[in-house]
């Protein structure tokens, strides 16, 4: 597997800013100013368990800055169509398959979708959607970041700095130079240090079910046609369709006695001090509801209460879990199954995928999520809430 070999070889290798400083990395192509990287020292802060700044000596410095090579200028169509894509055989389809999966977002009334195929290689995307918009991906965590691409109210390009900290990637951005953990959206090291991203939401799931959610959708495309920040072939035509276990990509990884294996995907939720994660086997395998003979059937639906925020959580098609709040209306709902693709509360059926209602007295209302981020690794979950609890696991 080529990806494989490149981690492997990658193993190897072993508050806010005021006023656009002009630097390198700025949306309007200014050069970086000589003054400009003049800078304060940067206060101590915490941000969960995370006293800042972290220094770099607490890094692994797995590759060069820009190794890995963000998308600048990402370029879509309605799909993949007939490009030239690098393939191992030329009787490989260029097309991205319906079980391709993807980070999807959507803004001011209009969705795209960007594969993990193509994130798993350059793993940031600097777009301009509804505003300047950040699409990361995580290879190791599995994790899915996307936020508002702006640094002291100022847009400004990012790319990836080489750096690894708790197995996540370190971003870098171009108006301050600060090092910015990915799954916390915050700077840890630079001028920055402290200021934190407005992250959005975002969904994990297949590019059949976000097109089948969003017919509209775009979809990003592969460089040659997005340009990233310098120019690399990659094999984007392979990606595997499940959230297989991979040893290979967890650079650093020790596997201290973990509860789950690093690997396994669950979909976290933090309210009140308290976080909770729900593995993907567990979830599938709950029951709430009941056929027709009366007996418990697995229906894919827990309901909970984290922090005092009553929670649903359920699988959905393409193959990923949702997170809800429970509360319509201002009361507390009951959820159950209703098929693979429904849920039922309140006299309405809601669609898993969207938690719109689809029927009954609250058609058109839309679910209030649970979750910060999309489903990921239990890796990239454990090692940013270490207090987390684990539904279903003792």
């Given at each position: 597997?080529?990806?494989?070999?490149?981690?492997?070889?990658?193993?190897?290798?072993?508050?806010?800013?005021?006023?656009?400083?002009?630097?390198?990395?700025?949306?309007?192509?200014s050069e970086r100013s000589a003054t400009a990287t003049a800078t304060r020292t940067p206060?101590?802060?915490?941000?969960?368990?995370?006293?800042?700044?972290?220094?770099?000596?607490?890094?692994?410095?797995?590759?060069?800055?820009?190794?890995?090579?963000?998308?600048?200028?990402?370029?879509?169509?309605?799909d993949w169509g007939d490009l030239s894509l690098p393939t191992e055989s030329a009787a490989e389809t260029t097309r991205l398959p319906d079980d391709a999966p993807v980070v999807g977002v959507e803004r001011g009334g209009e969705a795209r979708a960007y594969p993990l195929r193509i994130l798993d290689w350059h793993e940031v995307v600097n777009d301009t959607f509804d505003g300047p918009l950040l699409v990361t991906y995580c290879v190791q965590c599995g994790s899915a970041v996307v936020a508002e691409r702006t640094v002291g109210g100022c847009p400004t390009r990012f790319g990836v700095s080489g750096y690894l900290w708790r197995s996540?990637?370190?971003?870098?951005?171009?108006?301050?130079?600060?090092l910015w953990s990915q799954l916390l959206a915050t700077a840890i090291n630079g001028p920055a240090t402290g200021e934190r991203l407005r992250v959005l939401p975002s969904t994990l799931t297949t590019w059949k079910q976000w097109r089948t959610?969003?017919?509209?959708?775009?979809?990003?495309?592969?460089?040659?046609?997005?340009?990233?920040?310098?120019?690399?072939?990659?094999?984007?035509?392979?990606?595997?369709?499940?959230?297989?276990?991979d040893d290979a990509v967890l650079i650093g990884y020790t596997g201290d006695g973990d509860r789950l294996h690093p690997q396994e995907l669950v979909v976290g939720v933090e309210h009140g001090g308290v976080a909770r994660a729900y593995p993907a086997r567990v979830v599938a395998a709950a029951g709430t509801g009941r056929d027709p003979d009366g007996t418990d059937e697995a229906t894919g639906v827990v309901t909970d209460t984290v922090g005092g925020r009553p929670v649903v959580v359920a699988t959905a098609p393409g193959d990923t879990l949702v997170a809800y709040d429970r509360r319509i209306d201002g009361k507390v709902r009951e959820f159950v199954g209703d098929g693979d693709s429904h849920l039922r509360a309140g006299g309405s059926r809601w669609q898993r995928s969207t938690g719109v209602?689809?029927?009954?007295?609250?058609?058109?209302?839309?679910?209030?999520?649970?979750?910060?981020?999309?489903?990921?690794?239990?890796?990239?979950?454990?090692?940013f809430h270490p207090e987390t609890t684990v539904y279903g696991v003792e």
């Open positions: 597997m080529e990806r494989r070999r490149y981690l492997e070889a990658l193993a190897i290798a072993g508050g806010a800013v005021a006023g656009c400083l002009g630097r390198a990395g700025r949306d309007d192509g206060r101590p802060t915490r941000v969960g368990d995370v006293t800042l700044p972290v220094p770099t000596t607490d890094m692994l410095a797995a590759v060069h800055r820009d190794h890995i090579p963000a998308i600048t200028d990402p370029a879509f169509a309605a996540d990637p370190v971003l870098y951005d171009g108006e301050t130079d600060s959610d969003h017919p509209t959708t775009s979809v990003l495309l592969p460089p040659p046609a997005s340009n990233t920040v310098r120019g690399r072939n990659a094999q984007y035509d392979y990606f595997s369709p499940k959230y297989d276990y209602a689809v029927d009954g007295p609250f058609e058109g209302t839309t679910l209030r999520r649970a979750n910060d981020l999309p489903p990921l690794f239990w890796l990239g979950w454990s090692k």
